[in-house]
């Protein structure tokens, strides 16, 4: 355990790394543990207020960002000063992105349906930098032959292939494989292939006139949503709590947290 904590770890500089992707990960863990208590009315915990305002955890999430980040490029790749940034960096970014729903809409959605955001932005940004703490490299610059590796040319044209590919992805409707697409470029090839959503820019502009590849594309999306929609929902509401139900009538009025 010790050798492949060293060679793995310590020798490649990933331990600030593994350092923020564990502080991220708690503190978002905690973070929603905490208000799911507060919206509960159990424990001792509430929201924090200042002359009648609600202090949202965003705001010390922005301020342990900074910190941190100016810490990290600050500092260097070893020693005690590296470590901290990270966990700050860490820490700050958790508390962002749980309350990413809030920043998108400039409102407390938090424990709305379009609170569930926040959720899918904070486990694709962890899979983001578990990927690339086991190893991966964006854009798959990591799979170069070692001639690729040592031509300057070979490398541009993989790394410009590979994002073209994310940003065909992307424009079909694909976010989720396009990001990580970034990392694994099989997963953007598979989002570039495939049928593009029948609500996405790349349906509006290139099956406008095809009718059989529209409908398609419905019919596809259709049935996809219907297979994962429910998991991924069972999934957000144990890990994040159950959202609010929406209101019966037309008009909508904010919850307190």
């Not at 409102?107 to 899979?127: C, F, I, N």
């Amino acid at each position: 355990m010790g050798d492949w904590w060293r060679q793995n770890i310590i020798e490649p500089g990933k331990l600030p790394l593994l350092l923020a992707l564990t502080a991220f990960v708690l503190t978002f863990l905690v973070t929603r543990t905490i208000t799911r208590l507060i919206r509960a009315g159990r424990g001792p915990f509430g929201n924090i207020k200042s002359g009648g305002m609600h202090i949202h955890h965003v705001v010390p999430g922005v301020v342990l960002t900074v910190a941190g980040g100016f810490g990290a490029v600050a500092g260097g790749q070893h020693g005690f000063g590296p470590a901290l940034a990270a966990v700050l960096f860490g820490t700050g970014a958790g508390l962002v992105l749980d309350e990413f729903a809030l920043v998108l809409h400039l409102d407390d959605v938090y424990w709305t349906e379009a609170g569930r955001k926040s959720v899918e932005a904070v486990v694709l940004t962890a899979a983001l930098v578990g990927l690339l703490l086991i190893g991966f490299s964006p854009f798959g610059v990591d799979d170069l032959t070692e001639d690729e590796q040592q031509g300057r040319a070979g490398a541009l044209v993989n790394v410009a292939v590979n994002f073209l590919l994310a940003l065909v992805a992307l424009s079909k409707g694909k976010a989720r494989l396009a990001v990580l697409g970034m990392i694994v470029p099989v997963l953007a090839l598979i989002g570039a292939v495939r049928l593009a959503r029948p609500d996405s820019p790349w349906a509006r502009r290139f099956y406008r006139r095809r009718h059989r590849a529209r409908a398609r594309a419905t019919l596809r999306a259709y049935h996809h949503d219907r297979r994962w929609s429910g998991p991924r929902r069972a999934f957000q509401d144990w890990l994040a709590g159950k959202p609010n139900p929406e209101p019966a009538g037309p008009a909508r009025t904010r919850r307190p947290r």
